[in-house]
């Protein structure tokens, strides 16, 4: 009789030990880290659907829905993400980086031109503007953007000298476009 108590006890010690491993459910109760991106998605949905005006768990949404190339999914919810939190400056982001691969030029310039007026001396902002620029063919417009970055990210100023450098950083390869 005892054996069978020792035998089952034991074996309920292995169940227990084992059970984050074999569960690997919701990190909160078992404390892994779950890598199944489709439950990671219906565990937001699910806590989206109790908190819907909660703008990280769209934008969250939004990154899953990026990382696994869906853009016009991603693209509704970085837009919902902005409806809900307007000055949400990631979201603004990634929303334009998805918008210029499917061709809406205008639309990304301005997401872009709103973080460079919410923060005007991010040279990487004035960079990505030209781009866009560019691809909308406003050389022109680009230029002044792309003299921006140089200014801001090497000290230099169209047509003065530069500001001297121990490591002489190469000038961006946007020139070769103009020049």
């Given at each position: 009789?005892?054996?069978?108590?020792?035998?089952?006890?034991?074996?309920?010690?292995?169940?227990?030990t084992m059970?984050?491993?074999?569960?690997?459910?919701?990190?909160?109760?078992?404390?892994?880290?779950?890598?199944?991106?489709?439950r990671?998605?219906?565990?937001?949905?699910?806590?989206?659907?109790?908190?819907?005006?909660?703008?990280?768990?769209?934008?969250?949404?939004a990154?899953?829905?990026?990382?696994?190339?869906?853009e016009?999914?991603?693209?509704?919810?970085?837009?919902?993400?902005?409806?809900?939190?307007?000055?949400?400056?990631?979201?603004?982001?990634?929303?334009?980086?998805?918008?210029?691969s499917?061709?809406?030029?205008?639309?990304?310039?301005?997401?872009?031109?709103?973080?460079?007026?919410?923060?005007?001396?991010?040279?990487?902002?004035?960079?990505?503007?030209g781009?866009?620029?560019?691809?909308?063919?406003?050389?022109?417009?680009?230029?002044?953007?792309?003299?921006?970055?140089?200014?801001?990210?090497?000290g230099?100023?169209?047509?003065a000298?530069?500001?001297?450098?121990?490591?002489?950083?190469?000038?961006?390869?946007?020139?070769?476009?103009?020049?």
């Amino acid at each position: 009789m005892i054996k069978k108590i020792l035998t089952f006890v034991a074996a309920t010690l292995v169940v227990v030990t084992m059970f984050p491993n074999l569960y690997s459910g919701d990190p909160g109760i078992t404390g892994l880290i779950v890598k199944d991106r489709e439950r990671y998605y219906h565990r937001l949905k699910d806590m989206r659907m109790k908190d819907p005006q909660n703008a990280e768990l769209s934008y969250q949404i939004a990154n899953l829905y990026y990382s696994l190339e869906m853009e016009d999914e991603a693209i509704k919810e970085y837009r919902r993400t902005l409806s809900i939190e307007p000055g949400h400056r990631y979201a603004k982001w990634f929303l334009a980086r998805v918008l210029v691969s499917k061709g809406y030029f205008d639309e990304a310039f301005w997401h872009i031109r709103d973080l460079i007026t919410a923060n005007a001396e991010n040279p990487e902002l004035y960079a990505r503007a030209g781009e866009i620029l560019l691809k909308m063919d406003q050389r022109e417009v680009a230029k002044e953007y792309f003299n921006r970055y140089d200014e801001l990210k090497y000290g230099e100023k169209n047509g003065a000298d530069p500001i001297p450098s121990l490591t002489k950083p190469s000038r961006g390869v946007w020139k070769e476009y103009f020049y």
